[in-house]
């Protein structure tokens, strides 16, 4: 979901990791050579997802890379065999938390809104039952730093991996 802090905590994970770290938003900036906003204006959130399933498809045949992803990602069923290539993790943080640091934000049109705490738990609500499909939840606090939640990530990744071991890739 839109600022839960996938950005900020997965930057911290792959650091703690040695991994790489992508983020599809901005990938599929540098491809369209447009910002998010502008893709939406210009062609739509039809297309915006087009591209973002092509981005996604290419960042999830890497090995060792930490990937934040659009909060949309969940929602083309597609997206979700290429997400399986590794693992999951859903950052569920409260409605009123993602308010507090998006409040000034303007780079997500789809919070273009009078009320964002409306339309953020319209949102929220509208994709719980995808993003529970996860591998791993942590609910966020608001005092948690970055680097303390991906510290629990790290923790929680070999019980998670019992149940679910990654097939090796070919890049
Ligand atoms: N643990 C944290 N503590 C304090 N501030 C945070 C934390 N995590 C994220 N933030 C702040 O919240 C804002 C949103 O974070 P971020 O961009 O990482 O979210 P995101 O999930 O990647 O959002 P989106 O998917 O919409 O791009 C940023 O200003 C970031 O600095
Ligand atoms: O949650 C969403 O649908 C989105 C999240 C952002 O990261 C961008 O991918 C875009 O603004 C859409």
Known sequence: MMGTGKTTVGKSLAKKLGYRFFDTDESIERVANQTVREIFEEYGESDFRELETKVLAELSTLTRSAIATGGGIVLKPMNW???????????????????????????RPLLDTPNLTDTLTELLESRRNLYAQADLRLEIEADRTPDAIADTII?????????KPIPPSKS
């Open 81 to 107: 065999s290429y997400l399986h290539q590794g693992l999951i993790i859903w950052l569920d943080a409260p409605v009123p938390l993602i308010v507090e640091r998006l409040r000034e934000d303007t780079t």
């Open 155 to 163: 923790k929680r990744i070999p019980t998670v991996l019992k149940s």
